[in-house]
């Protein structure tokens, strides 16, 4: 088997760098939690005591996503909020053709409350699309009356989109106008009767978080939401189709990411794991602002199934040291390299499902990912660079020499330049000279 090379020095240092960069400051967070706490709250509130939709009366708040899960990276901007809605017994049927991942909601007979609004006419299938959009028109209602503190700005609901399972509302500053924040909120059918088979096969966590751990995760319930296949000619049965969601556990995982159970409980314990799953984060979201059209199905959700499977291959915690960030992150990114030139990314939960098959990652778009992926590391992961700093314009040039003509800027690399050009131009005349 061929030994890994040596990391360059060099690479070396971005890549620290780079990760120390990608913690969230806690100034930036107190605002936005603030705010997202206070929509939260009022959201709550609203749907408990809403009597036009009764149905909604019963939800409870699972948040999730990747700030929740301490992964999130640059500026928390992006908010997921579930909102739990209990469901009598019900009956799941997978979709054949999406091996496991997307399943038809329906009710063991008719029942007497409020949920017989939101089923298919003359069955007993829930619609997922009966409830977006009931869930779309409360949240307008809710902004109408949702107060935010004078001078701060306001919130904006986004319009629907047809393959997404949430309604989304933005935070647009008073003054700019500009965007803010984001929250994602999600209905999620509730089930506690367990898992589907399909999902139950997945979950490899054995060497890695231990058996019983895989038991606990098991017996917590599974969620659905109203998420359709994002394939073109769907059938009005999958139109109306609900996917399985394990967001609550990734978010356990990761939190209690250890083989150890003290792993990152002290600063002596710490390890590098969630930063590397930041690192790829920052490439993936990097990539994807580079080539927004031809890289569209790509997502970070690929990024952190990849991550899972790699932790349950490097299971102990003596392989993730804050010391070998570096050589983890290599490691995760060349096991993301290989998966999409493999055409191969099993569904962590559901391993039948393959999320670069053709009909979930188009060939082209997957082929263009890996010459992305391959120039970055030949390249030495430009993405993850962070810029050096250009040089002010200031009317005092002492000021400007001593605040930014530092090692490093721009200015001085400009100043080697022509110095080194002016070398060679002598040298060109000189040889001139003698030869003649």
Known sequence: ????????????????????????????????????????????????????????????????????????????????????????????????????????????????????????????????????????????????????????????????????????????????????????????????????????????????????????????????????????????????????SFSHIEKEMIRFHGNKKVCCEKKEHECCRKLCLRLLKCLIEGLKQTYPDKLDPLCSYHGKTLFFHNLCARPEDSLWTPGQLSVCFIKLFKDFEHAVNSGSLPHFFVPDHNLFSPTSFPKRSLQFLGNALQEQRELGFPLLRIPDPIPAICDNPEECDTVTYESGSLYQKFIKLTVACAVMFGAIVCALYVKT
């Open 1 to 244: 088997m061929r030994k890994d090379l040596p990391i360059p020095n060099e690479l070396d240092r971005w890549i620290r760098q780079r990760g120390r960069d990608l913690r969230l400051r806690q100034s930036d967070r107190k605002h936005a939690v603030k705010l997202v706490n206070n929509l939260r709250k009022d959201l709550i509130k609203f749907l408990k005591e809403n009597v036009e939709q009764p149905f909604f009366k019963d939800v409870s708040v699972l948040n999730s996503g990747s700030y929740y899960e301490l992964v999130k990276i640059n500026k928390p901007n992006e908010f997921d909020i579930m909102l739990k809605l209990s469901t009598p017994r019900i009956i799941w049927n997978s979709l054949e053709k999406y091996k496991g991942l997307f399943y038809t909601i329906s009710l063991h007979r008719l029942p007497r409350g409020e949920i017989r609004a939101f089923l298919v006419e003359g069955g007993l299938m829930i619609s997922a699309s009966k409830i977006m959009s009931e869930m779309h028109n409360l949240i307008k209602k809710f902004i109408k009356k949702h107060k935010v503190p004078p001078g701060e700005g306001h919130w904006v609901v986004c319009r629907k989109k047809v393959n997404s399972p949430a309604v989304t509302l933005v935070f647009l500053d008073e003054n700019k106008k500009v965007e803010v924040l984001s929250v994602d909120i999600v209905p999620a059918l509730e089930v506690p009767q367990g898992w589907p088979e399909a999902a139950r096969t997945g979950l490899g966590v054995d060497n890695w978080l231990g058996k019983n751990a895989r038991r606990k995760l098991l017996d917590q319930p599974v969620y659905f939401v109203p998420k359709r296949p994002k394939t073109r000619n769907l059938t009005n049965v999958e139109k109306e189709s609900w996917r399985i």
